[in-house]
């Protein structure tokens, strides 16, 4: 797919893995709203970013926030690109040290936000591209949600992540079954252990220990590389129905 000239959204766009697709897609000549919460960061980030890029303030986990920043990304009527990355972890396990269960408002939270927030955006973006005249071979444009590689290596504590990153992984192939028809391909990535504001706030000998646990190469993730990735995708149009692990080939341990 040529994306040069087309525009795209990005949630969690503010800061680390969103951040830097943010800038990845621009460099590609695409216009790219930045859709988060963060609205101070956000207006930094486009402001650095320039080549008509724009801030949508906004929680994805509300539907209405969700539409206007959709509506904002397509006016011009070429929205090609949609990206989620808004999301965060939770720690904690089926039953606590204390013989306690699992406390149901955090794991209702996490779900909230990283699976009702990637679906919210990802259904309205969806019905904005199928509007966009398609290009070659009849392609409109793609998703890219980001799963983890918790879904699939979930370690003790991660109950509610593994469960939210695991549902993107599921929705993948039939959302990219349902979308055919109108040319638009869904993929997921599963990160592994990337250098994002939330591993900065370890201390440096926890953040070596991490980067040792990579297979090779044995260092964290840039999120640099994860929006290399993202144009990848979107320029690959027989990338398609897949959940791509982007982690240097890391396989988490129980803990």
């Not at 790219?32 to 724009?54: L, M, P, W, Y």
């Not at 079954?177 to 504001?197: E, N, S």
């Not at 297979?215 to 990338?239: D, M």
Request: aromatic share 4%.
């Amino acid at each position: 797919m040529e994306i040069n000239g087309s525009s795209a959204i990005v949630t969690g766009g503010a800061s680390g893995l969103g951040e830097a697709t943010a800038r990845k897609l621009a460099a590609e000549g695409v216009r790219v709203t930045v859709f988060d919460r963060n609205e101070e960061r956000g207006k930094e980030v486009v402001a650095e970013i320039g080549s008509g890029a724009n801030f949508a303030g906004g929680d994805v986990t509300e539907p209405d926030d969700c539409q206007k920043a959709v509506d904002q990304a397509a006016d011009g009527g070429n929205l090609r690109i949609a990206v989620n990355c808004a999301g965060t972890g939770w720690v904690g396990r089926v039953i606590n040290r204390d013989g306690s269960p699992h406390d149901l408002q955090p794991f209702q939270f996490i779900q909230t936000l990283n699976v009702i927030g990637t679906f919210n955006v990802m259904t309205k973006a969806a019905s904005a591209i199928a509007t966009v005249e398609p290009q070659a071979n009849g392609e409109r444009g793609v998703i890219v949600n980001t799963a983890s590689v918790a879904a699939f290596d979930g370690q003790i504590g991660q109950l509610a992540y593994s469960a939210s990153k695991g549902a993107i992984v599921g929705m993948t192939l039939p959302a990219a079954r349902d979308l055919a028809v109108v040319g638009i391909r869904v993929l997921a990535i599963a990160p592994g252990l990337f250098d994002t504001p939330l591993l900065a706030m370890l201390p440096d000998e926890a953040r070596d220990a991490l980067a040792q646990s990579v297979n090779f190469p044995k260092r964290l993730g840039n999120p640099a590389e994860f929006g290399e990735l993202v144009a990848q995708i979107a320029t690959n149009s027989y990338l398609n129905a897949e959940v791509i692990r982007l982690d240097g080939g890391i396989r988490m341990p129980p803990k």
